[in-house]
């Protein structure tokens, strides 16, 4: 039984951020730099420390009770329908605790030079320590609902970083995008919601908390006729909050916020929200092998999608933007097949090495005078030796070479797909294609920021110098993680133990149905030789495959850049134009929803409906009656005695009349 002491932590592990937001947010600049910075590190890094507290005590639990749990108060509580104020860690809760709290205070340190000298920069802060309290909320919530006020109030944070610089309307216009896009797959979520709530409802016995995760894992059987429907319509919110097709168009453009905002929400935590929902409602996932398809196909569509996307981006952030979409496609497609742990594992090496090459580009950025075209960059390595090696470092985890990362969770991703049940050779081809695109435009990133010569102008090159060490020292941090931070998950064909794996076995122990095998099976002992000889084969096509991809980037932009010239001009140029606008996703959209929908609202919502309804016949109608009442009342209001006698008269005859003849 967990000491009283430890479940208390948790609380304190979301609060604490909340009150560094306030302090920094209500202070504001009455509040020095330095002390606004020091502030906000030491929440996140205080919450951080709490977290490998409660996580230590995890550890030395038996596996079948590995859960620490901290209950509040009654949020809601009337009949049947009650929802704790309460939060609970346990093997997942713990793995993403950590990667949140920790990826996010190097990020906050990082943030200390990087917004050094932002006239926002306690404000900066103030929505930095905001963030991480209601990730954690999201991470840490015992129940579903907890977990969507936290959910929620990411996607509000997310706004207010991606738009932080509101003073530019392609900052204010890309956080609203992000609000906007990540509402519609809400709505879905809120749908899948409700659905959960009255199928369960009638079956909970007291005290049984409505949308507690455990109490939905007792009562999943009575969620199974409609398992399919709750699924499609919370993975609807997935694919907002983690960027899946179609809803994926807000992650992009979410990059002119700062730098840190990229690294933080767009690539180590916010996004893989909808990742670790999946993951945490695997029980339910499992029942609909049709639910579990569309997760799979959507997410190799995606990364696929994306990665082609990437391969002819000029802007660095956006070259790293959709290579997270398409990371994220990879995630989804773990769970697709079952292999959620998988999908956690790729959560995890993912935040190191995206979080290091987005804090990378950042200080690629701040050399460059805040340029962020990859055409006049060039010759960047002698001059940035750190920022170089470390983003070397993160594009070498990224492209899934051996020992790094990348290359075990990545494998293990592809593996799964080929191996488990609800996967084949289709979805692991697809995303086989992907990993080798990654490791080319991955490279081709490298060679146009720091190789050859700097094409800038002799005034931004003059400028150029190694950030401070403040940010070096969280690139060099997040380098090791790259290198060393999958050799948890080394797997057992490899002469592993698979740690990872081991240790988020209780959390999807109980997954069953169709997704089971591939949950559990991993590369356990159960696996024979022919399995183990497959599984090698596959793991060393998958280097080659990443380090073929990397060659080829390499040699392309440093000595045969006119293969590249030779594709642009490929069919008339089409081709290349296609990918560099995105397959005109955005203009599609813009033609079939969004003008539209102003068009509607212009001539309908607001002529019609708006002004015609409600402010004419609605307010100014009413205001209408009432003057045309006071007129006619004003008439027999007129201050003359004789007339109020007469009035008077008229009323005592027409009365005894009445009386009269109903008599």
């Given amino acids: 039984m967990e000491s009283h002491s430890t479940e208390i932590l948790l609380r304190w592990i979301v609060v604490i951020p909340l009150l560094g937001a306030m302090v920094n947010g209500l202070l504001n600049r009455r509040l020095p730099k330095q002390a606004a910075g020091l502030l906000a590190c030491a929440a996140v890094g205080i919450s951080f420390a709490m977290s490998v507290i409660v996580f230590l005590r995890l550890t030395g639990m038996p596996a079948a009770e590995r859960m620490v749990t901290d209950t509040v108060a009654t949020w809601i509580g009337f009949g049947k329908f009650q929802v704790d104020l309460a939060f609970a860690m346990d093997s997942l809760g713990a793995v993403m605790a950590l990667v949140v709290t920790g990826v996010g205070f190097l990020i906050h340190i990082y943030s200390l030079g990087y917004m050094a000298h932002d006239a926002g920069f306690q404000r900066f802060f103030s929505y930095l320590n905001l963030f991480i309290f209601a990730m954690m909320t999201l991470v840490l919530g015992e129940n579903l609902l907890m977990l969507f006020i936290g959910w929620e109030g990411v996607g509000l944070c997310s706004y207010l970083l991606i738009a932080f610089w509101f003073n530019d309307e392609a900052n204010a216009a890309a956080g609203k995008k992000a609000f906007i896009v990540n509402r519609i797959g809400d709505f879905g979520f809120l749908i899948g919601m409700f659905l959960i709530g009255v199928t369960v409802l009638p079956h909970l016995h007291e005290g049984e908390g409505l949308f507690s995760f455990q109490v939905l894992q007792h009562h999943v059987g009575i969620l199974a006729p409609v398992a399919t429907a709750i699924c499609l319509l919370l993975f609807v919110g997935a694919t907002g909050k983690s960027a899946q097709i179609p809803l994926y168009i807000w992650l992009p453009d979410a990059m002119a916020g700062p730098t840190p905002v990229s690294a933080l929400i767009h690539a180590a935590t916010m996004v893989t929200a909808g990742v670790y929902m999946i993951a945490r409602m695997n029980f339910l996932f499992v029942l609909s092998p049709t639910a579990m398809g569309v997760v799979a ?80 960059m060039g010759g960047l390595k002698t001059k940035l030796p750190i920022t170089y090696w470390t983003f070397l470092a993160g594009t070498l985890a990224i492209a899934g070479v051996f020992p790094l990362a990348g290359f075990f969770s990545k494998d293990e991703i592809l593996w799964k797909t080929f191996s488990g049940e609800l996967g084949g050779v289709l979805p692991w081809a697809i995303g086989f294609l992907a990993a080798g695109m990654t490791a080319f435009y991955m490279m081709r990133l490298v060679v146009m920021t720091f190789y050859g010569k700097n094409r800038a102008s002799a005034e931004v090159q003059s400028h150029i110098h190694e950030s401070p060490a403040t940010m070096t020292g969280v690139l060099i941090v997040l380098a090791v993680l790259s290198i060393v931070g999958g050799w948890i998950g080394w797997p057992h064909f490899m002469g592993g133990g698979a740690w990872f794996e081991n240790w988020l076995e209780p959390v999807f122990a109980g997954a069953h149905g169709a997704g089971a095998a591939a949950v559990a099976g991993g590369h356990g002992a159960g696996h024979v030789g022919h399995d183990t000889t497959i599984e090698w084969i596959l793991a060393g096509a998958s280097l080659a495959w990443g380090i073929l991809g990397l060659s080829l980037g390499y040699f392309v932009y440093t000595r045969k850049v006119s293969i590249a010239e030779s594709f642009r001009r490929l069919g008339g140029g089409f081709p290349h134009k296609v990918l560099l606008n995105k397959y005109y996703v955005d203009e599609g959209y813009e033609a079939v929803f969004i003008r539209p929908g102003f068009k509607l609202s212009k001539s309908i919502l607001w002529k019609i409906v708006d002004a015609g309804l409600i402010d004419g016949l609605m307010v100014n109608g009413s205001a209408l009656v009432v003057a045309v009442l006071g007129s006619v009342l004003r008439i027999f209001q007129n201050g003359m005695v004789r007339f109020y006698a007469w009035s008077f008269t008229i009323g005592v005859a027409v009365f005894v009349l009445y009386l009269s003849f109903s008599g």
């Fill in 297 to 376: 196909a959507v997410g190799v569509a995606t990364a696929i999608f994306a990665s082609s996307i990437a391969l002819v981006q000029n802007d660095i952030k956006k070259v790293l933007a959709y290579s997270t979409v398409s990371q994220l496609g990879y995630m989804m497609l773990a769970c697709g097949v079952g292999a959620f742990g998988v999908a956690i594992f790729h959560v995890m090496t993912h935040a190191f090495f995206k979080a290091l090459l987005f804090l990378g580009s950042g200080s690629v950025i701040h050399a460059m005078s805040d340029e962020q075209d990859m055409r006049v």
